[in-house]
């Protein structure tokens, strides 16, 4: 017999697969304008974002009241089953990890993890060269945008700066995370502008 956490992860997992079938691999496609994947970015994670399982009987309103108890907000209730039923919750970028036990501890939670996309197999998707932009990536680099990756090497800050108009971004990087986007982040860049950034970080 499946304990509540196990029950939950198959869940989670049934309905993410089905998601993503419907929206070309891109389940947070329903919260974000990430638009259409022709590929499918194996480990990418949606910045902002949780996937939490409440227990069957759990009310709307009492959903909102534990995602406003921890600042967060319920950006879609994805599915609802018999068991259970799966939201996408909107947090603060940078708490996303900080937030899953926090939510955890509500005795109607009986999952909570990243956002992540699911790609289920036999759809035909090539993985992703780059993470496209909207997303954020274990361990592939930015599309077309200002950003990079790194190997040997665990990031915990990079500072993204435009040396051309004086703007400065400080990335924190989550555990486990080699690539970042100094676009998403906020650096606003212009064809001609240079452009550093500073990695902050132990080698593996």
Same mark, same amino acid.
């Given at each position: =017999?499946?304990?509540?956490?196990?029950?939950?992860?198959?869940?989670?997992?049934?309905?993410?697969?089905?998601? #993503?079938?419907?929206?070309?691999?891109?389940?947070?496609?329903?919260?974000?304008?990430?638009?259409?994947?022709?590929?499918?970015?194996?480990?990418?994670?949606?910045?902002?974002?949780?996937?939490?399982?409440?227990?069957?009987?759990?009310?709307?309103?009492?959903?909102?009241?534990?995602?406003?108890?921890?600042?967060?907000?319920?950006?879609?209730?994805?599915?609802?089953?018999?068991?259970?039923?799966?939201?996408?919750? #909107?947090?603060?970028?940078?708490? /996303?990890?900080?937030?899953?036990?926090?939510?955890?501890?509500?005795?109607?939670?009986?999952?909570?993890?990243?956002?992540?996309?699911?790609?289920?197999? #036999?759809?035909?998707?090539?993985?992703?060269?780059?993470?496209?932009?909207?997303?954020?990536?274990?361990?592939?680099?930015?599309?077309?945008?200002? #950003?990079?990756?790194?190997?040997?090497?665990?990031?915990?800050?990079?500072?993204?700066?435009?040396?051309?108009?004086?703007?400065?971004?400080?990335?924190?990087?989550?555990?486990?995370?080699?690539?970042?986007?100094? /676009?998403?982040?906020?650096?606003?860049?212009?064809?001609?502008?240079?452009?550093? =950034?500073?990695?902050?970080?132990?080698?593996?």
């Amino acid at each position: =017999m499946l304990s509540t956490k196990e029950a939950a992860q198959r869940l989670a997992q049934c309905a993410l697969g089905l998601i #993503g079938i419907a929206l070309l691999c891109a389940p947070s496609a329903l919260a974000q304008d990430i638009g259409p994947l022709d590929c499918c970015p194996v480990g990418a994670l949606v910045p902002g974002e949780l996937t939490v399982i409440f227990d069957a009987g759990t009310t709307p309103d009492r959903v909102e009241e534990i995602a406003a108890e921890l600042g967060a907000t319920v950006i879609a209730l994805i599915a609802d089953f018999p068991s259970g039923s799966f939201y996408v919750i #909107g947090v603060p970028v940078g708490q /996303e990890l900080a937030l899953i036990p926090l939510f955890e501890a509500f005795p109607e939670v009986a999952d909570a993890d990243l956002n992540g996309i699911d790609c289920p197999e #036999g759809l035909g998707f090539p993985r992703c060269e780059c993470c496209p932009q909207g997303l954020s990536c274990l361990s592939l680099p930015p599309c077309a945008a200002v #950003g990079g990756s790194v190997t040997r090497v665990s990031p915990t800050v990079v500072m993204c700066r435009n040396l051309t108009t004086k703007q400065s971004i400080k990335i924190r990087i989550s555990d486990g995370m080699t690539a970042w986007n100094c /676009e998403q982040a906020g650096l606003v860049v212009k064809p001609g502008d240079r452009i550093q =950034m500073t990695i902050q970080g132990p080698t593996d």
